[in-house]
């Protein structure tokens, strides 16, 4: 039985968002794995109380008396509270206790404690987060989400290649096209940084490196040389493009509500709806640290917490850190060439 | 009579896509201006006979024997080749004899060509691209759309400065609201550079700056402290969003027509589709120059050299270069804090 540990007490509106999507989550996801709610045991229960049908044996309280805020400094907080939902949480992957840790509270702080508690692979430069967006085909990962802002060419390689052993493992697909996020497809383009990293890709072994990407490549999800699966840059750039591709999804759906508004129930109408918003693809997993951590946007719906724990129960399954461990324990690729 | 001379040689599908749009210009803006086609005189009388009916005494032709291709590296071709149509046509701007210059041509080139035969007016750091993005509401100027892919703080000040000019004389909003593209909205967000702009930005005299604002802020065009008009980020990043915005209307424009093609003629359903369509648009002004630039998409439509010629007149309409240059001819506002 997997276990998976949600912060029950992050996120815009918990624990109501929290409690409703791990129910979700029992009720609709593939069995094999329970929920372990983390935080404080009183509001917890008056929330499950509401779902009077749900299989209690698969959900543990673990109480947390603490909680961090959302606008406090990451760091910070996390020292000061070892008795948050977010420290004890992950805390009980640490001893073995849990499989999995999901969380919509303060990012910072959760990425922190994450490195903090779970610790980075040997040979892991910086953990990344992997956030994955909709696409005309084939949704496309894109790391690092925001975690990362100043990053080093080595970095850039070392998402690349964390982003390809998640891409095999957990979507199933064998040989992930790489792309290095860029103004332009040939290789003089870009900083310097993104220049070098181009160079340090092109010779790195074991990755599909399909060379620089644009913008634009992102969302049809292709380029000549293949399929891109990963796309690579800094977390400012991940960020800003994340936050702005949610939104426009949203500006379309608007458009949509204003010029022809009948259409909406549609199935063809509701699918597009449905592929932009980003509560369909849930947290994104912080690749590099041993153990499983998945992120969630604070304003996540109960929906996103579901996909949320699906992707936290596929990636135990997969057994992605010990794969990501396997791949990092080897000579770094970069250096063999 | 303002004169715009269209670089006729440069773009994807010149001088087709050129002269059309040059018509189309003709045909459908305000009187008041005159066209100077700048290229090979027989492929562009051979373009216009297509024409008949178009007022030719509206239009000039002004031989360049020379065409910097689309892949050429920038500064050695702007060098290399003085009777290029790129170098012409804005050497006619720099001996009086024209007032605006339009190309789809090898971006990088014009860029170099803008800055090397013009000049950038005293006091700015560095000349600026300057995007529109549809949003829910009115458009919102993004700078650098990528001709400065690594900025220092003071060179984001400079564009703020800029497009806070732009929108004020050409778009006719007299208290541009100007933000700082981050990843977040407190003051302790970002990485370095984006960290100092923000301090600078906060004691410019004369801006009315917003704050940080996020990549969904450009979308919906407006923050809690006001409406957007200006955001500003340095050139990898405005670059990356430009494209990847680009992209994502053409996405949603495609998952219209699959689910739902019948719609696609309704008023309603159409205003969607221009406002995500970024011909509609036009050009991007290099902003900071000591005259007038627009440069277009490679791929422009007729549509879009049409509205690069409608931005060219209305920039030499209300002197923006002339306002520019006695904006920065005053002591600098950042300095005076």
Redesign the interface.
């Known amino acids: 039985m997997i276990r998976v540990a949600v912060d029950a007490m992050g996120g815009d509106s918990a624990p109501t968002a929290e409690i409703a999507g791990a129910v979700e989550a029992l009720t609709n996801l593939p069995g094999g794995f329970g929920i372990q709610l983390v935080g404080k045991r009183d509001p917890i229960e008056a929330e499950l109380a509401r779902y009077p049908d749900v299989d209690r044996s698969r959900f543990e309280i673990h109480e947390a008396a603490d909680v961090i805020g959302m606008?406090e400094k990451p760091l910070a907080a996390v020292r000061r509270k070892p008795n948050s939902s977010l420290v004890v949480g992950l805390g009980l992957q640490k001893k073995g206790l849990s499989d999995a840790f999901v969380s919509a509270g303060n990012t910072g702080a959760t990425l922190a404690a994450s490195i903090l508690i779970l610790g980075v692979h040997d040979g892991v430069e910086r953990a990344t987060l992997a956030t994955l967006f909709p696409?005309?085909g084939e949704p496309v990962i894109v790391l690092d989400g925001?975690a990362n802002?100043?990053c080093s060419a080595r970095e850039l390689v070392c998402f690349a290649r964390l982003g390809s052993v998640y891409v095999r493992d957990i979507m199933g697909r064998p040989n992930p096209g790489i792309g290095l996020?860029n103004?332009g497809e040939?290789e003089d383009k870009?900083?310097?940084v993104?220049r070098e990293a181009h160079q340090l890709l092109r010779r790195c072994k074991g990755l599909n490196y399909l060379g620089n990407i644009?913008?634009?490549?992102?969302?049809?999800g292709t380029v000549d040389r293949g399929a891109v699966d990963v796309a690579v840059?800094d977390?400012?750039?991940g960020?800003?493009?994340?936050?702005?591709?949610?939104?426009?999804g949203?500006?379309?759906i608007?458009?949509?509500q204003?010029?022809?508004p009948d259409?909406l129930d549609?199935?063809?109408?509701r699918?597009?709806i449905r592929?932009?918003d980003y509560s369909t693809y849930g947290g994104a997993p912080l690749l590099g640290v041993r153990g499983v951590s998945i992120i969630c946007h604070g304003a996540s719906p109960p929906n996103a917490v579901m996909n949320a724990v699906r992707v936290a129960v596929q990636s135990v399954e997969a057994d992605l850190s010990r794969h990501i461990g396997a791949e990092f324990s080897q000579r770094e690729p970069a250096a063999q060439a």
Chains 1, 2 share one sequence.
């Open positions: 606008d696409t005309a925001g802002l100043d996020l103004v040939e870009g900083n310097a993104v644009e913008g634009r490549d992102i969302v049809t840059c977390g400012f750039v960020n800003v493009v994340l936050k702005f591709y949610e939104s426009a949203k500006l379309f608007k458009l949509l204003d010029g022809a259409v549609r199935p063809g109408i699918d597009i592929r932009l």
